[in-house]
């Protein structure tokens, strides 16, 4: 699976949007881009995944750019809720259920 | 649904005894995976299951640790003999399709 590059930590007013990037360079055609986040002390939670087209959920929006090597994560309202370690994360979708974590992106909402 | 389950929440043992984390994946799912979490290494898969057969166990850490799944809602993650260096969230989750996995609250394990 590709490796992604995602900053250490950012900061975002409440009620901003969050774009939270993420670059894969590396990626090949058949491979996705997940997000999860993990809220202090609890478990990971799966917010989205795409292949090439832009994907929109209730809880985010995920762009990837033409050539597949970057991607946004955007939370259009954050709120102070939203503060949590957010990882992007690129996987076959055939392959095995491995999903590899890396140190993922420290969001600070502020008031 | 109530989402996936883990038991206990908390576990404090000392060096050499036994330990036996639960867990109860969402009903349906096919996949349940053993994941472990500390500052240092982040959080790691230790080893999945599909319908119920182990699928990759390379990162159980060592021979001490064994997990089992007898059934389609029911998987275990045992220790023995524990040591202080095992003392991580252990987080148990499970998915329909691979990607989406569904974690439970974690079990915070401290070995003394």
């Known amino acids: 699976d590709a490796k992604t590059t995602q900053p250490t930590s950012m900061d975002c007013a409440e009620g901003r949007a969050a774009n939270l990037p993420c670059n894969h360079s590396?990626?090949?055609?058949?491979?996705?881009v997940y997000w999860y986040r993990q809220i202090h002390s609890q478990g990971p939670q799966y917010i989205i995944h795409?292949?090439?087209n832009n994907e929109t959920n209730e809880m985010a929006s995920l762009i990837i750019t033409e050539d597949r090597k970057s991607s946004t994560l955007i939370l259009p309202h954050a709120t102070l809720r939203d503060t949590a370690v957010y990882y992007c994360?690129?996987?076959?979708?055939?392959?095995?259920?491995?999903?590899?974590f890396g140190q993922g992106t420290t969001l600070q909402v502020k008031p | 649904d109530a989402g996936v389950i883990q038991s206990p929440r908390h576990e404090v043992t000392e060096m050499g005894q036994e330990v036996t984390l639960r867990c109860k994946p969402i009903?349906?799912?096919?996949?349940l995976f053993w994941y472990r979490q500390t500052m240092m290494r982040g959080l790691e898969l230790l080893i999945y299951?599909?319908?119920?057969?182990?699928?990759?166990d390379s990162g159980m850490p060592e021979d001490r640790f064994s997990a089992k799944m007898p059934n389609a809602s029911f998987s275990t993650l045992k220790i023995q003999p524990s040591e202080p260096r095992d003392s991580a969230v252990y987080f148990c989750?499970?998915?329909?399709?691979?990607?989406?996995?569904?974690f439970g609250p974690g079990t915070r394990l401290t070995v003394l």
């Open positions: 009903s349906g799912h096919d996949y």
């Open positions: 994360i690129v996987k076959l979708m055939s392959n095995t259920g491995k999903l590899i």
């Open positions: 989750a499970s998915s329909l399709l691979p990607g989406t996995q569904y």
């Open positions: 590396t990626i090949s055609g058949n491979e996705y």
């Open positions: 299951f599909n319908n119920n057969v182990p699928i990759d």
């Open positions: 795409g292949l090439k």
